[in-house]
Antibody, heavy 118, light 110 residues
Framework: EVQVVESGGGLVQPGGSLRLSCAASGFTFSVHGINWVRKAPGKGLEWISCSRGGSGTLHYADSVKGRFILSRDNAKSSLDLQMNSLRAEDTAVYYC???????????WGPGTMVTVSS | QSVLTQPPSASGTPGQRVTISCSGSSSNIGSNTVNWYQQVPGTAPKLLIYKNNQRPSGVPDRFSGSKSGTSASLAISGLHSEDEADYYCAVWVDSLNVGVFGGGTKLTVL
């Protein structure tokens, strides 16, 4: 079965760090772009970062650039999101998603909740 | 506030046809393909339409997408009660190497 599953969410204080993981299975991980998308409470979907398939080129939204770092391990079929200097506005459900074209995500994980609060 | 503008809400009765618009600019919709998602609250989003008008396998043909210039639309025909959800358009912006979602449209089936 083709799937991606997120892990690592939780409660963290403002200014703290958290590392999310996306574990993939059932497909050739290295050829697909893998993205992180979040949904804050009461707000819409927000694309935050991606690792391109093949090249592995990384891209980030301005809202997280310089604070969040992606690292991809094709051998383990995983993509980690290191989140630093967390702010209250980073509170959201974080989804990992596989892409089949630019911003076309055909496989999504169930999401992991990140809460930034003191 | 997103660079892709969607109406915050839409509604229809069972069996009706509804359309949801997504308005952008030459730097986003005007220069790349549009994708559409459905999200039922509390669940992960689901891809409905990609590359403007392509349906992934398993998506009913009641859902269709179109694009013209700097705007795109999602049409849902033969509305069902289970279509009640939030709908988002999404585009990759080549000039900035970022992805953008529309603000979302909450569809209510009356």
């Amino acid at each position: 079965e083709v799937q991606v599953v997120e892990s690592g969410g939780g409660l963290v204080q403002p200014g703290g760090s958290l590392r999310l993981s996306c574990a993939a299975s059932g497909f050739t991980f290295s050829v697909h772009g893998i993205n992180w998308v979040r949904k804050a409470p009461g707000k819409g979907l927000e694309w935050i970062s991606c690792s391109r398939g093949g090249s592995g080129t990384l891209h980030y939204a301005d809202s997280v650039k310089g604070r969040f770092i992606l690292s991809r391990d094709n051998a383990k079929s995983s993509l980690d999101l290191q989140m630093n200097s967390l702010r209250a506005e980073d509170t959201a459900v974080y989804y990992c998603a596989r892409d089949i074209n630019f911003l076309a995500f055909d496989v999504w994980g169930p999401g992991t909740m990140v809460t930034v609060s003191s | 506030q997103s660079v892709l503008t969607q109406p915050p809400s839409a509604s229809g009765t069972p069996g009706q046809r509804v359309t949801i618009s997504c308005s952008g600019s030459s730097s986003n919709i005007g220069s790349n393909t549009v994708n559409w998602y459905q999200q039922v609250p509390g669940t992960a989003p689901k891809l409905l339409i990609y590359k403007n008008n392509q349906r992934p396998s398993g998506v009913p043909d009641r859902f269709s997408g179109s694009k013209s210039g700097t705007s795109a639309s999602l049409a849902i025909s033969g509305l069902h009660s289970e279509d009640e959800a939030d709908y988002y358009c999404a585009v990759w912006v080549d000039s900035l190497n970022v992805g953008v979602f529309g603000g979302g449209t909450k569809l209510t089936v009356l």
